[in-house]
Every structure is written in structure tokens, then in C-alpha cells.
């Protein structure tokens, strides 16, 4: 069983920022990737940024220069640093993490979401 747990969102005005943090527990042997997505009514889920644990990273075109994403591997931390926010980033924001639960079981699992709104 693993759990992620998000904190973080929130309504912010337009040029602000934004931290989100996830924190992963349970039975976890090897995490491949965290990062975040995000879903806005009526579209479909999309990545938003990821890190892999060999510090790779893949970021959503329109967030690049905006958003970092920072992982603790020590800790299975992933967090979303949000600036320059603007109205169309608002969304619900996952936590996600791919991951081993044992030598051969791999998942992706997901946090609960945390609502970002971006107006003024």
C-alpha cells in the first residue's frame, strides 16, 4: 500500500506564486519518478513536471521557465515550486509517483489533489 499526501494549493492572483509538496509512505521498494499533474474541468490529465531518480526532469511546455520541480529521494518527497501564475494553470493538482512495491510490482499511484486557482 503506498500513500501520497499533498499540501500547498490554494487561490492566488495572477504573477503569484505557488508551493505544492507530496510526501510518499508505505511499502515502497524502488521509486522510479514523482512529479505532478494536473486536470481542469472539461480536459483530460496532463503531465505538468516530473523528476526521475537520476535527476532527470520532463516539464509541460507552457510551465517551463515557470515551475520547478525538487525531489528529496531520501525522504520520497516531490515538490512544486509555481511562479508566475497565471489563470490558465489553474487546476487540480496530483502528486504522482511510479514506483516498485516489491522486486517485480510496479504502479503508478496518485495523491488526492489539491485545487489550484488562479485569479484575481
Known amino acids: 500500500q503506498v500513500n501520497l499526501v499533498e499540501s500547498g494549493g490554494g487561490l492566488v492572483q495572477p504573477g503569484g506564486s505557488l508551493r505544492l509538496s507530496c510526501a510518499a509512505s508505505g511499502t515502497i521498494f524502488r521509486i522510479v519518478a514523482m512529479g505532478w499533474y494536473r486536470q481542469a474541468p472539461g480536459k483530460q490529465r496532463e503531465l505538468v513536471a516530473t523528476r526521475n531518480s537520476g535527476g532527470g526532469t520532463n516539464y509541460l511546455d507552457s510551465v517551463k521557465g515557470r515551475f520547478t520541480v525538487y525531489r528529496d529521494n531520501a525522504k520520497n518527497t516531490v515538490d512544486l515550486q509555481m511562479n508566475s501564475l497565471k489563470p490558465e494553470d489553474t487546476a487540480v493538482y496530483y502528486c504522482?509517483?511510479?514506483?516498485?512495491?516489491?522486486?517485480?510490482?510496479?504502479?503508478?499511484?496518485w495523491g488526492q489533489g489539491t485545487q489550484v486557482t488562479v485569479s484575481s
Open positions: 504522482n509517483m511510479r514506483g516498485y512495491t516489491s522486486v517485480h510490482d510496479w504502479d503508478d499511484y
